[in-house]
């Protein structure tokens, strides 16, 4: 099945349907130089609609706007049985956990579309609070002009508020929004791909959630390739 998108003045994009993969296509950066203003203000516009429609069905499985932060919690929420409050706006954390050693700790949920080394980390949190860091691809941090960042999970972090504040302070870095956390820091606390970590274990059932929002070159080694 193919969709074919048009807009005036360009050439059409064929647009690939696979079942499982979804819609995949050639760049389109070969012909967007060719475009006047007009043209690229229409195709974004065409493009939009068909992402709100995708973010509409998002919001009705998940009964949560289609956002890179409350998706990360919808999926942490069903993958390691925390409980959300209900209101996104509470101060300090995002929801507790509800089983297992880390039962009744406040939680601070992050999505972050590419590993690179940055957590925003609060400066008023619980002293019990914890960190749980979904994260895409690891890249340095660097400008993202140009650059795609598609909602993947190639790791699960767990950080512990005290151990980690002291281990930011130690390196003279400044606690805050996009915190540089020492890699090291981050290895010692990966418990995806793993077996989890003493707070949080990792079960067979977690692992496979979280698998299904691998990167496909991460599926194909685990699962083997998608036909």
């Known amino acids: 099945m193919a969709l074919v998108h048009q807009a005036t003045g360009w050439q059409a994009h064929v647009l690939e349907f696979h ?26 516009a065409g493009l939009l609609r068909r992402r709100n429609h995708l973010d509409y069905s998002i919001t009705q499985l998940t009964n ?10 919808y999926i942490a929420s069903r993958v390691f049985h925390i409980r959300l409050h209900s209101s996104a706006t509470h101060p300090g954390s995002d929801g507790v956990f509800t089983i297992g050693p880390l039962e009744g700790r406040p939680v601070n949920i992050k999505w972050y ?12 949190g619980p002293a019990d609070l914890v960190y749980l860091v979904v994260a895409g691809p690891r890249r340095d941090a660097i400008s993202s002009l140009g650059t795609h960042r598609p909602l993947l999970i190639s790791a699960v972090y767990l950080f512990d508020h005290g151990p980690l504040t002291a281990a930011i302070s130690q390196h003279g870095a400044r606690l805050g929004v996009a915190t540089s956390v020492p890699r090291g820091v981050w290895e010692a606390a990966q418990i995806y791909p793993g ?26 080694t685990t699962e083997g390739s998608i036909p």
């Not at 949560?64 to 990360?72: E, V, Y």
């Not at 690179?116 to 609060?122: I, R």
């Not at 949080?200 to 692992?207: F, I, N, Q, V």
């Open 64 to 73: 949560r706007p289609a956002q890179t932060g409350h998706l990360g919690e």
């Open 19 to 44: 079942p499982v993969r979804g819609i995949q296509g050639a760049s389109l950066l070969p012909m967007v130089g060719a475009l006047s203003d007009d043209d690229k203000l229409s195709a974004l």
């Open 113 to 124: 579309a590419c590993d690179e080394g940055l957590l925003d980390v609060s400066t008023a």
């Open 195 to 220: 077996g989890g970590s003493g707070m949080l274990p990792l079960t067979d059932e977690a692992a496979r959630r979280l698998a299904l929002f691998a990167p496909e070159s991460e599926k194909a």
